[in-house]
């Protein structure tokens, strides 16, 4: 799956620059960002649609997907109760 992008570095959390750490640094920046999204926040049976996923909050064991669905509701009832109001 992965290309192998050594010119395209994921972002580290929170430090800007990775120092010339030839062992891990290296091993971080031999992966593109999908499969560095995929190590850092794991993969998995998403526990909205049960199937192996790419999680997008880890927390909650959720798939990208499955947490905007999530979010819908709360959005659509803001709206709903906005509407109501005359
Ligand atoms: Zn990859
Ligand atoms: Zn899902």
Known sequence: MCALRTDDPPP????????????????AQAICQACWRQERNGRGICSGCNRLKVFAVKAERLCKHCH????APKLLRRDAMSFTSP
């Open 68 to 71: 905007q669905d999530r979010l």
């Open 12 to 27: 580290g959390p929170g430090d800007g620059r990775v120092p010339q750490l030839r062992s891990s640094a290296l091993l």
